[in-house]
């Protein structure tokens, strides 16, 4: 006994390893207790056991054992790590236990066994078990058998896999054992419980007395469904609730139910083993197939009918066999083989099921058109084989070649394939069969339900209602909505009869088996039959099958809207009801339509509707409105009232109010009632045409978006768009396709047609107006949005110009995601919408690809292609490869059809030449472009192999090949790659090379995926085998991949997968895989975009109050001001516009995203102090490069660790451009609520920022530079200083950008160096753009140097540094340089200068060049522009300097005036740069713009003391200031002592008016206007405005601007106001312009829009409305003449011409307005001879050649009128005349004359004037001598010669036309042709009328004309035309004036010609003066009462009198139409006066 003692003193686990029995015993006996004791499973005292537990079961004494296996049992059942045990403990049970003959030992060897099943570990045991049965004890084996049935009866077959077990069942009824034999039935019996018949085919061979005892037991078997009855571990709530109904009572629940009735459908195939039959072809097969024999070719198949009889087919290259038996089908001529074939194709593809889908595109085509045989059998075994065959592929797939053969002629053909079409519809889901697939089939379909033949009706019908009874009414009805009653009835009627093959309970099981894709399935299973769907729920893992047991009662209410939301729920919008009978509605007419109106309308209502005054008009309109407000929406006549609204005047509505109530009362019926397309289509011609309407526009758009929810955008947009091309306004066309972009943005994109819109955004993207153009571009990036970069594809073939303004437009729109829908019925709200919705962004991808038109390039894909593709020689095949890509190439985009080149192309990626392979790979990338999404056929036989050449050991072709794949997969989706066993077979290959590319591309692919298939389980084994591998890149890259393999399949199938590795492996993946948990990123979310940015933007608000914990750091130094310690928001989300979202799918790790919370920038005490010291210490690099070095961007970072947000600074510092614009939104967000932050770490966010400049990429600078501008906005705000580091590390960089070639750019950045100027010193900022200016790039050069001179202007000289004369010596140099732009700057900086500090320049500069200094004295002389000094700026100066900021400054940036001078500011801006872009005039732009810009600048950067001034007081200031001035100092250029101090400030105050009068509000504007006419009028104070001209025009010509788009469109404003503002306006241009000085200052571009705004105002028909409109029209053509009169007469001379050509080439501009622009033009040519030494004719030609460059001749010609060519003739031969030859030295400013007709034409009129007067007089012998060398030298006639010659020169014509009417009344036969042959029209008709004058005037007749008004297109008629007098009358004075005495001499001839009496001449207004100066038509046309404006302006104010004549009478005379008006312009400007002078009073 002493022995007990020893071992009971040891402790258990040593007990149980002790040598006596005994001891072992009592150890197992404790054990047991022990293990039932402890509570925590996973207590370490479990881990001492782990290596004992087979030893427990494997005790060789018997009572030992026993007790051994109780504990094990005990162990297994509590212990966490029991699962380790599982294989060894299992082999120890089998082998050690079942061959106990206790029946105990066996009992709890099962009870073990079952427990470890229990934990999760089914698959070992199982794989112990199916060991067991092959060992030779018979107890062992019945035991086995005996344990898997029941593991089958109580875990059920989804957790026991059957397949194993059935493949041994056969061998068991072999067994020579009965007892083997009687268990194994038992366990047959027990597998049929759960799978029914599946099991029959695997059993069919075996013994046929056992197969029908078999039967017999199976008949017993009870039909209800089995239940699972044990659960696993992860099934306890299945548990619970099972046993919550075994309590009930009741039975499982439905939903489970079904799942479980759904496995037998998957096994039958699965269980079966597979048969390889390729290689038991018969080795002649191939040849007897082709034989001629019938006999042998029915041999051959007969063959392979046999072959394919094998349920389950081994995969592998069947495309041989296919393309033999698809030429029997589709060739042979005896039909019984046709049929014999057709059966091998159906079990062929039965047999192989998936794998089969590859060759579905070469069959289906075959077989459906050998349904024209009519043999029965031959189309029964048809129909069988593509049934067969559909059920391997998917409808999508087989779409196009089903629709094909619909429209083909035989009726037997179209007959079967509406049978096929309904027999697929069948095995289809909603989810499958998706609105883009019903859409055209249901079209097809409509057609076949029309046809003439009863069967293919029938078939019609029924393939219909097969649809209808699949997707659901809300999916099909939109496409029936023209069927009639009759047809839908049947439809309907064959809709009730159809069974679907999912389930015939038509509601629950669909129901549930949509609700599937919610649990957590793949939405899509578009699977063959419905095994592929079940497969996938049996193969569902554990934790899914709970989440769905979970939620059995919800997923058929969320299912359902999420099937349907993808397919109908797009296009049928909820209203269906009522809008699919809406859409008949017929068209009533009007005498109904009034009926029906008068029935709701008020009866005055309809009496006024085309009453002829307007307000009558209105108030009809206001009762109109109110009644459809009242109105219900049944009783509602909708088309009724648009008809009324569309009666005369309907659209053509002149009066702009009436029409905005009109337009909207259209919205509102759209709105509120039932409205009809038919209704929409009365309105919307009205609509369209209104949409470019300045005032009425925004109604028509709110209109047309009211009928485009009314009766869809779709149908909407295409009608709009239509109608808008259909016309010719541009306009209307931009405007139309803005709201077509808007619309799009509302309703979404779904339904919409983009073929019909893309030819028409095409021809928008041609048109010659820039808006119509632009507005096209934005529509492509709104679709671009919607479409994808597919988009691009229909715009190849564009102009690369117009192709970049594309992709610029594009790239802004990348990255950017399509808000949600909100208008339309919004298919977002409802509840499980995911699938749908993804699908929805799906289709309308795909749709644009779809409308692309595909090339069939099938007949191209020749035997002899393919042959040559497979030649032995290389050269020859690639030749072969060489053809193909040209093919492609041609085709851009082409049919799926490619015939034999799948195989070809196929050999040629295993070819041994690799260049070949590599250019295969290529083909293959293009190929995919080609096709698009079709391509997804071919991913089997031609994507898989790709995947292959992944494992080439050339690294080049691996890249090639992974490109290739992208491309592909890019077009397939990656579910057509994951499905099947090819993936993971590729993956199973051992190349190193195969594996990593493969796994590195899964790994990018596998985390934008939703779902995946099943068929991913089977890669992981070899994903685990990588994992091992001995390459290091190999095991690196599954590592990467295992995460998101896990994120698919889950943790627990992936764990399970594990079961079959070596049991160290199997450790070491274990731990890998639960690293991999914690990294398993998220699944990507469904695309529900739009609520997810709803959410962002309410974050940021909700964290505003966070707590201040910014108060308790010291703040810094140099900020510490009280007021800015204000609260930080603690935690503003950056969770905005979902960044984060986003992120979290691309970077699995990334931890949770509560760490975006806080603040982006942290303060740290004095850091920014202690970074400056280490730079000055240099301990750190000083930030100074050419280019940032790597070394910097890490010190960088280092530096911003520790004050950013760690996961701001990832942003900040990622590879990628789009995470800087993330980064760079995140700091604007931020920028407000966190100041101190910001300051504190400032100078790492400007060094950050330097970076950011040195990138390529536009979209970040543009960021760059937006924030840059709100940050020094802040700091100036802030009155926040910039440290001498903090510039000097930032500016020099920032002055890089200001060369930028991007005007944008280069704006934004001229903008931050303006506003830089308030935060840091300008003098000091004078350097860093001094050292600028020595740049390579001559764009940075010039705006440095444009820079220095606004620094100059806006500070004076003391900026200059180091000294003023260092600097301009400097600047100087410039004036030199080889670039003219900044030649150009350096003048006009000096110029600025000069202008600011007087002659004293010359000296500073020192010695110049005498070229330069020649330029600078011109340029100086030219600006004319009176120095003044002490610039305002010097006061604001001082301030800055010190840092305690002066009341003065602080109080200058908050000044009253602020708001106002701003907008100001911004208006300049633009006009600054339109002026720059007016480039073609080099001289002229260059120093137009500088002289306003500089005032610009002045205003831009607000002036101090001033600035706050009322302006009462700047009234009263003026007087004081202005008193030096009043001492007389005639004409003497010097100006007094204190005129200088008084300019100062003047200026100042000019500025702060000026700016005021561009007010929005009247009555500043008139304050305004008042006070500055009040200083022109002054003569003594006039001089004040000089320099200040262009920028007082531009503010009154904005304010015109404001008038005619803004006031007068509002209705609430008084008209009377609007005229006293015009009479202001008006009144105070005619003062400045009678003030020559100073309208000489006026600059083109300036005068330009003067003119433009003027002419606008003339013929804007709603001033003429007014009271006193008339008058202001009148004043308007007075001011006009002024401004021709007195402004610069280059300048007007030049804008006119200007904006002649921009009104001619303007589409929108009105016919008037370019007529005016000429009128103007000819006055100007009629002040030429006095001007003409004044004028710049360099500029003027310059001008006149662009003008002739943009308008040649031919084009002039095409113009609807004839004046404008007539007007430039007129010009250029009056210069002619006036300069005579000399004309031509005047072309040196005009770089290539060539360009233009313009030399050409002078040379013309040269010649014929030569010709004309011979050698007049010195200067035209010396012109003859030079042009006109090949004159003709003939001899003429002397008297005639001598005759023409005085009728040439200016002193003689009068005599010479004498004497030549003498002449040929002496000699009626002479022939003075010759001589009037060679000269001009001009010179003929001019002789001719001259004598035809003499003529008149000596025989005294009275009238020749037989018409009076003769238009001035007559050229030729008796009337001479216009043209003609007044060239006449110039060449007669040419230069000197001719006594009025001629001209009225003259008058009274025409007057006499033209039936007027010449009595009463008093009485009429003096015309002399109107005809001193003739128009240019002196026209006979009376039609014009513009014309008769201008001509009025003609008077000057001192010879008009009253006339008395009616204002609308009109004159038809031969002098043009004088249109007298009652006030004359005198009193005209006197009541001006005086109306001037009561405002003021009244303001006073």
Known sequence: MGDDSEWMKLPIDQKCEHKLWKARLNGYEEALKLFQKIDDEK??????????????????????????????????????????????????????????????????????????????????????????????????????????????????????????????????????????????????????????????????????????????????????????????????????????????????????????????????????????????????????????????????????????????????????????????????????????????????????????????????????????????????????????????????????????????????????????????????????????????????????????????????????????????????????????????????????????????????????????????????????????????????????????????????????????????????????????????????????????????????????????????????????????????????????????????PGWKETNFQVMQMKLHIVALIAQKGNFSKTSAQVVLDGLVDKVGDVKCGTNAKEAMTAIAEACQLPWTAEQVVAMAFSQKNPKNQSETLNWLSNAIKEFGFSGLNVKAFISNVKTALAATNPAVRTSAITLLGVMYLYVGPSLRMFFEDEKPALLSQIDAEFEKMQGQTAPAPTRGISRHNVGGGDDGEEEEQEEVGN???????????????????????????????????????????????????????????????????????????????????????????????????????????????????????????????????????????????????????????????????????????????????????????????????????????????????????????????????????????????????????????????????????????????????????????????????????????????????????????????????????????????????????????????????????????????????????????????????????????????????????????????????????????????????????????????????????????????????????????ASKMFPFIMEGTKSKNSKQRAECLEELGCLVESYGMNVCQPTPGKALKEMATHIGDRDNTVRNAALNTIVTVYNVHGDQVFKLIGNLSEKDMSMLEERIKRSAKRPSSAPVRQAEEKPQRTQNISANASMMRKGQAEDMSSKLKIMYRTYRIQNRNMGSHSESTHTVPREFQLDLDEIENDNGTVRCEMPALVQHKLDDIFEPVLIPEPKIRSVSPHFDDMHSNTASTINFVISQVASGDINTSIQALTQIDEVLKQEDKAEAMSGHIDQFLIATFMQLRLIYNTHMADEKLDKDEIVRLYSCIIGSMITLFQIESLAREASTGVLKDLMHGLITLMLDSRVEDLEEGEQVIRSVNLLVVKVLEKSDQTNILSALLVLLQDSLLATASSPKFSELVMKCLWRMVRLLPETINSINLDRILLDIHIFMKVFPKEKLKQCKSEFPIRTLKTLLHTLCKLKGPKILDHLTMIDNKNESELEAHLCRVMKHAMDQTGKADKDTEKGASRIEEKASKAKVNDILAEIFKKIGSKENTKEGLAELYEYKKKYSDADIEPFLKNSSQFFQSYVERGLRLIETEREGKGRIATSTGISPQMEGTCVPASTHTVSSSIGNTNGEEVGPSVYLERLKILRQRCGLDNAKQEDRPPLTSLLSKPTLPTVASSTDMLHSKLSQLRESREQYQHLDLDSNQTHSSGIGTTLASPSSAAANIDDLKKRLERIKSSRK
């Open 847 to 1321: 749709d644009a690809v779809d409308l692309l038109p595909r090339t069939d390039i099938g007949d191209k894909i020749t035997a002899e292609l393919v042959a040559k593709i497979g030649d032995k020689n290389w050269k020859i095949r690639k030749e072969g490869l060489d053809e193909v890509t040209s093919i492609i190439n041609e085709a851009k985009f082409i049919q799926p059809n490619i015939g034999e080149l799948p195989a070809a192309l196929k050999g040629r990626l295993n070819d041994s030449n690799k260049i070949l392979v590599q250019q295969t790979l290529s083909i293959l990338q293009q190929l995919a472009t080609a096709m698009g999404p079709n391509i997804k056929q071919y991913v089997k036989n031609l994507g898989i192999p790709v995947i292959t050449v992944l494992g080439d050991s050339k690294t080049n072709v691996r890249a090639a090949a992974l490109a290739t794949v992208n491309a592909w997969a890019e077009q397939t989706g990656m579910k057509e790659w994951l499905e099947g066993e090819d993936l993971s077979e590729e993956l199973k290959k051992e190349n190193p090379f195969l594996r990593q590319e493969l796994l590195g591309w899964l790994a990018e692919k596998l985390p934008a995926l939703r779902s995946v298939p099943s068929d991913l389980l089977l890669c992981v084994p070899h994903l685990y085998s990588c994992l091992e591998d001995r390459n290091g890149d190999v095991r690196k890259k599954a590592q990467d991949a295992l995460p998101f393999f896990m994120m698919h399949l889950g943790f627990e199938k992936m764990a399970k997968a594990t079961g079959k590795l070596k049991p160290t492996s199997k450790d070491q993946v274990l731990a890998m895989l639960e690293k991999a948990k914690a990294n398993m990123p998220a699944k990507p979310a469904p695309p529900a975009k739009a609520s997810s940015r709803v959410v962002g933007g309410a974050a940021p608000a909700k964290f505003q109050p966070a707590s201040a914990f910014a108060d308790d750091l010291g703040s810094n130094a140099m900020e510490s001001k009280p007021d800015l310690k204000k609260a930080k928001a603690g935690g503003l989300a950056s969770k905005t516009k979902g960044v984060q979202g986003k992120k979290v799918l691309s970077k699995p790790n990334l931890k949770e995203d509560d760490d975006k919370s806080g603040p982006i920038f942290i303060i740290v005490p004095n850091g920014k102090e202690q970074r400056m010291k280490e730079e000055k210490a240099l301990k750190v690099l000083k930030w100074n490069f050419t280019t940032p070095r790597d070394e910097y961007i890490e010190q960088l970072k280092t530096q911003m660790s520790t004050c950013v947000a760690k996961w701001l600074q990832d942003e900040m510092f990622h590879a990628d451009f789009q995470h800087h614009n993330k980064a760079l939104t995140v700091m604007i967000e931020h920028l407000e609520s966190e100041k101190d932050g910001v300051i504190s770490c400032l100078d790492l966010i400007l060094k950050w920022l330097t970076l950011r400049f040195f990138d390529t990429n536009t979209s970040v600078l543009m960021k760059a530079l937006e924030y840059l501008k709100l940050l020094f906005n802040l700091l100036s705000q802030e009155e926040y200083h910039l440290t001498e580091n903090e510039a000097s590390s930032f500016i020099p960089y920032l002055i890089l950008k200001v060369g930028e070639p991007k005007d944008v750019i280069r704006k934004d950045v001229r903008a931050i160096l303006n506003r830089m100027c308030l935060i840091y010193p």
């Open 43 to 648: 207590s370490p005292e479990w881990s001492k056991y782990l290596g004992l537990i087979k030893k427990f079961v494997t005790d060789s004494n018997a009572v030992a054992q026993l007790k051994g296996l109780e504990a094990a049992l005990a162990y297994v059942e509590n212990a966490h790590v029991a699962g380790k045990t599982t294989g060894e403990v299992a082999s120890g049970v089998v082998n050690k236990v079942f061959n106990q003959p206790k029946a105990r030992a066996k009992e709890l060897g099962e009870d073990i066994c079952l427990m470890y099943i229990e934990i999760e570990k089914g698959e070992a045991i199982q794989e112990e078990l199916l060991k067991g049965l092959d060992n030779k004890n018979p107890k062992i084996i019945v035991a086995c058998i005996e344990t898997l049935r029941k593991a089958l009866s109580e875990f059920g077959s989804k957790i026991i896999s059957l397949k194993p077990i059935i493949k041994v069942l056969p061998k068991l009824f072999e067994s020579r054992e009965k007892a083997v034999r009687d268990e194994a039935k038992l366990l047959a019996v027990e597998i049929y419980r759960w799978i029914r018949d599946a099991l029959r085919p695997p059993l069919q061979n075996i013994n046929s007395v056992q197969l029908k005892e078999l039967e017999e037991e199976w008949i017993k078997v009870s039909s209800a469904a089995p239940k699972q009855t044990r659960f696993l571990r992860s099934q306890q709530e299945l548990k619970a609730k099972f046993e919550q109904q075994q309590g009930l009572g009741g039975d499982a629940d439905g939903g489970d139910d079904d799942e479980e009735e759904a496995v037998p459908q998957v096994d039958a195939y699965e269980l079966l083993e597979a048969v390889e039959i390729l290689s038991k072809l018969p080795k002649d097969f191939y040849e007897k197939i082709e034989a001629k024999k019938w006999q042998e070719r029915k041999e051959a198949l007969e063959a392979v009918e046999l072959l394919v009889k094998n349920p389950k087919l081994e995969s592998g290259d069947y495309a041989d066999l296919v393309k033999a038996l698809k030429k029997v089908v589709g060739k042979d001529t005896n039909v019984m083989l046709v049929a014999l074939a057709a059966k091998c194709l159906a079990g062929l593809a039965t047999g192989l099921r998936k794998k089969f889908g590859q060759y579905a595109g070469h069959v289906v085509p075959t077989i459906l058109e050998k349904f024209k045989e009519k043999k029965p059998q031959v189309v029964q075994a048809l129909q069988e084989a593509i049934d067969a065959i559909f059920l391997t592929t998917t409808l999508q797939n087989i779409s196009e070649d089903i629709l094909a053969v619909m429209d083909n002629k035989n009726p037997t053909i179209k007959q079967q394939t509406s049978l096929f079409i309904a027999r697929s519809f069948r095995h289809c889901t909603p989810s499958t069969l998706p609105k883009s697939l019903l859409k055209p089939f249901c079209a097809a379909l409509l057609k076949h339900i029309n046809d003439s033949a009863p069967e293919v009706r029938d078939a019609g019908f029924e393939a219909l209602g097969t649809a209808l009874k699949v997707a659901g009414e809300k999916a099909v009805n939109p496409f029936l909505a023209d069927v009639d009653k009759l047809k839908l009835d049947r439809i309907k009627e064959c809709a009730e009869k159809v069974e679907l093959v999912y389930g015939k309970k038509p509601g629950g099981a669909a129901e549930k088996k949509e609700a599937k894709p919610v649990t957590g399935k793949s939405a899509a299973l578009a699977g063959p039959a419905g095994d592929k769907e079940t497969k996938d729920a049996a193969a569902k893992p554990g934790p899914l099958k709970k989440a769905s047991a979970v939620k059995a009662g919800v997923p058929p209410k969320k299912g359902k809207p999420a099937a349907t939301a993808g397919t109908g729920g797009a296009g049928a919008k909820g209203k269906k009801g009522p809008e699919t009978k809406e859409i008949f509605e017929s068209e009533l007419s009007i005498e109904v339509c009034e009926e029906k109106a008068a029935a709701v309308l008020p009866a005055s209502c309809i009496q006024q509707l085309d009453s002829g005054n307007w307000k009558e008009r209105l108030a009809c309109m206001e009762e109109f409105q109110k009644a459809v407000e009242l109105m219900e929406r049944s009783e509602m006549p909708c088309q009724a009232l648009v008809r009324m609204l569309a009666k005369k």
